[in-house]
């Protein structure tokens, strides 16, 4: 059967690229915006991070957006505000002016991974969320490969204001898209009856439901949880590395490895380019490999635990001396790593048992994720300055990438059943 929710998967699986092709855009630009405005290895940090400042405030907030208004809105206003700011970050006269654009981009950004989530765990059967959610991640990885190439060709032709103006463009074009095409599965008219039907009956999976919740949950109530609690500190674990990786990679391809910025942006793009593929794949087997029970018990955290594993690999790098191994390494931790971020978005939709708490349980989740990953470019930063070696920034991340592993088997062992606002007796199986 034609399967036309897969374009939902296309639609997200851009959005995230663009996101993460605005992200990198400074990351190229960034050996031509040091020299311009004599910024420090230090300042840099703090600037690579400055998006993630708004990023992590506005993220419980864009929750609740999500769980009132819906995906459709919240994608939309967000990709909006984003582009918007990444094209007046080339307008910049200095440190401050970019710092405060790339905030304004953070503030946008926060919106897509909790509206996403929903989005798949309103048009996806419970089966298929792994690699929903894989496809959708991969633009993350796809998404620093492609920015890598076009905005550092961008920038070495026109210089680097014009890659960031060409980069937020993009963003415009995907919403008119979006804003024609999509809506949910109940409402749209491009889908068969058998698909529509296909995907209402199967998006809760194999559930055995007590009655309707009364409402989401509360905010509060949800940060007591332990499964919460784990889901936030594993996204973290993991995300660290990576956003060392965005920020830093082609800095450290040009000053440890004497690489000029054109060949430091077309290394960079492998490893990300390696792990949008490998990711999605990885995200199959996962959905392959696990039966309805597990979904529903959470046993997708052992794949999560495994695939952490290539972050770990991190460890590695500095004891390696050929640029090749290093790419090598690198690619497999991004790999592994994306696919780890991916199945655990998918575990939130197996544990969340009342969809209206998804936006929530994902923006926390992502909170956990950034909370960690702003440290990344500013911890690189300072060992950069004071010991002039990016040594220690690998082994810190493969060690977190082990801690993430244990988190994740050991704290989301229960779902994250509904809150009832019942006053009568306890509700009965119906």
């Known amino acids: 059967m034609n399967k036309r929710r897969l374009w939902v998967c296309v639609f997200l699986f851009m959005l995230t690229t663009i996101n993460y092709t605005d992200r990198v855009a400074l990351s190229v630009a960034a050996k031509p915006v040091s020299v311009e405005f004599g910024l420090t290895p ?9 998006f993630l400042w708004m990023y992590i405030v506005c993220l419980i907030p864009v929750g609740l957006l999500v769980d009132r208004f819906g995906g459709k809105a919240v994608n939309g206003g967000g990709i909006a505000l984003w582009s918007a700011a990444t094209v007046l970050t080339g307008l910049s006269t200095g440190f401050a002016f970019m710092a405060a654009t790339r905030v304004v981009m953070g503030m946008g950004e926060s919106t897509s991974w909790p509206a996403s989530n929903r989005i798949i765990r309103e048009w996806f059967p419970a089966k298929e969320r792994a690699f929903a959610n ?18 550092t060709t961008v920038v070495g032709l026109f210089g680097w204001r014009a890659g960031f103006y060409a ?56 940060l007591t949880l332990r499964p919460v609690w784990g889901l936030f500190l594993t996204q973290g674990c993991m995300v660290y590395g990576g956003y ?33 593929v490998v990711s999605i794949i990885l995200g199959r087997v996962g959905d392959w ?16 635990a495994l695939m952490l594993m290539g972050p770990a690999l991190m460890l590695t790098v500095p004891y390696l001396n050929s640029l090749t191994s290093i790419v090598v390494v690198l690619s497999i931790s991004a790999s592994m790593g994306w696919t ?11 544990l969340v048992r009342n ?7 994902t923006s926390i989740t992502v909170l956990g994720g950034n909370s960690f990953g702003i440290m990344g470019p500013i911890v690189t930063g300072y060992v950069l300055a004071i010991s002039g070696s990016f040594n220690a920034t690998f082994a810190v991340a493969g060690v977190l990438a082990l801690l993430g592993a244990i988190c994740t088997l050991t704290l989301t062992r229960q779902p994250i059943e509904p809150q009832f606002r019942t006053t009568g007796p306890t509700p009965l199986p119906a």
């Open 42 to 50: 230090v300042e840099m940090g703090y600037l690579f991070s400055s």
């Open 134 to 151: 894989a496809v959708f991640g991969a633009g993350s990885a796809a998404g620093p490969a492609i920015g890598a190439m076009a905005v």
């Open 289 to 304: 490999w696990l039966t309805s029970a597990g979904v529903h018990s959470g046993r997708r955290r052992s794949m999560i």
């Open 340 to 350: 780890a971020s991916a199945l655990n978005f998918a575990l939130v939709t197996d």
């Open 244 to 276: 060392m990786l965005l920020t830093w990679l082609p800095s450290y391809l040009q000053q440890a490895k004497g690489l000029s910025l054109m060949n430091a942006g077309f290394v960079s793009a492998v490893p990300f380019g390696v792990a949008a």
């Open 167 to 222: 980069a937020g463009a993009v963003g415009f074009l995907w919403l008119v898209a979006w804003w024609a095409i999509f809506d949910q599965p109940e409402r749209v008219t491009w889908l068969t009856d058998d698909e529509r039907a296909t995907i209402l009956s199967q998006r809760d999976g194999e559930v055995v439901r007590t009655e309707t919740p009364q409402g989401a949950s509360s905010l509060g109530r949800l």
């Open 355 to 361: 969809p209206a708490d998804i936006g929530k349980v």
